[in-house]
């Protein structure tokens, strides 16, 4: 009677948190993102808005979609950075109404959010409920950014690691619009075959060369100068190593060297989980390696980890917690006093704890059920 009673408890206490997280996140994302449309509507799909839209026109017009490196739109942060595969794929989009393109936008980003988890096996309500709530989900929903593309992709390289060309294709797909992605074709090439990475890589430069001959590769002698820019521009006050070293008043070489010895170390760590045959931890490594070796990580970039999180923990624990507390950081920009460190401090942890055995066994446990 002991065990049941404490079964029943259980699942009355389940049932409970997951009526109260499921209530909190519906109440929160009402009320919030109504707001959003009834005060700021402009604020709304902000990047899609202000970038991609402008961008995917442009192509219409038989223009570049990029801007010179010293254009005042680049340190606004409406600069379209991204291959051109992004601007071409929304096209369609110029042709209704903005407000209308926005909503799209929002609904299709959240859609693509909740999907890399549902992909990659989450199944408990109550870890969807927090990821409503999360602070890096809100940035990612109220600028339909790329980002949440990011994750779904690396939710199908996952959902699809043990097949030949599958996943290196959704990993070269991601990785062609944003090269950060690129320590993951260590993990796949570690984990899978050097073959399988070369596949990413094929995949990837087909996908940009065949984007940029579509637009007369406009903008293509410039790019590495815009991207340099942008680094300059918006590395020092985004939550990368970079920005840290600046929020400290140091120069911008120890943030360079702090990212690199990260990197490096977690990739190394990836390759040694992946001859142990340990793909969840290897996959988490090496994702920890790409955000600490981009020069800018937004707030909206912290999404990617809900991938890992969701294959390596698929029930509900404290960890699903720990996003919340990055309410307290700035959504543009990177604060001041310990603002400008928490997004790395909370990422830090959430990677240690699914570095941690107790991830492996509890990832192993769920492959074999």
Not at 35 to 48: C, I, K, N, T, Y
Not at 266 to 285: E, G, H, P, W, Y
Request: aromatic share 8%; proline share 5%.
């Amino acid at each position: 009677m002991t065990g049941l009673s404490a079964a029943r408890a259980s699942g009355r206490g389940r049932t409970l948190s997951t009526g109260v997280l499921v209530a909190a996140a519906t109440v929160f994302a009402a009320g919030t993102f109504s707001a959003l449309w009834s005060d700021r509507s402009e604020q709304v799909a902000w990047d899609f808005r202000n970038a991609y839209l402008g961008a995917a026109a442009a192509i219409l017009d038989g223009s570049s979609p990029y801007p010179a490196p010293d254009e005042p739109v680049v340190e606004e942060g409406r600069a379209y950075v991204y291959t051109p595969q992004l601007a071409l794929a929304l096209t369609p989009f110029t042709l209704v109404d903005e407000e209308v393109a926005a909503a799209l936008a929002f609904l299709g980003t959240l859609a693509a959010l909740l999907g890399a988890a549902a992909l990659v096996g989450l199944r408990d309500a109550r870890c969807y409920a927090v990821v409503l709530l999360w602070a890096p989900t809100f940035n990612e929903l109220e600028t339909a950014n790329a980002s949440v593309l990011l994750a779904l992709g690396l939710a199908v390289a996952w959902r699809s690691r043990g097949t030949a060309w599958r996943s290196p294709a959704a990993l070269g797909a991601v990785a062609s619009l944003k090269l950060l992605l690129w320590p993951l074709a260590v993990w796949l090439g570690a984990s899978r075959g050097w073959r399988a990475a070369l596949r990413a890589a094929l995949v990837a430069a087909a996908l940009t060369f065949g984007a940029w001959a579509a637009i007369g590769f406009a903008g293509l002698t410039g790019y590495a100068g815009l991207l340099r820019s942008l680094s300059d521009v918006q590395g020092a006050s985004s939550y990368s190593f970079v920005g840290m070293a600046a929020a400290l008043g140091l120069p911008v070489s120890i943030g360079w060297s702090a990212a690199l010895a990260t990197g490096a170390a977690l990739l190394v760590l990836a390759v040694l989980l992946a001859r142990r045959q340990d793909d969840v931890r290897s996959f988490t490594s090496a994702l920890g390696a790409a955000l600490a070796l981009s020069p800018i990580v937004s707030l909206h970039y912290l999404v990617l980890l809900l991938v890992p999180l969701a294959v390596a923990r698929p029930r509900f624990s404290a960890l699903w917690l720990l996003p919340l507390l990055l309410w307290l950081s700035p959504r543009a920009g990177h604060g001041d006093g310990v603002e400008p460190f928490l997004p790395t401090l909370v990422a830090a942890v959430m990677i240690a704890a699914l570095l941690s055995r107790s991830t492996a066994r509890v990832a192993s446990l769920g492959e074999r059920s």
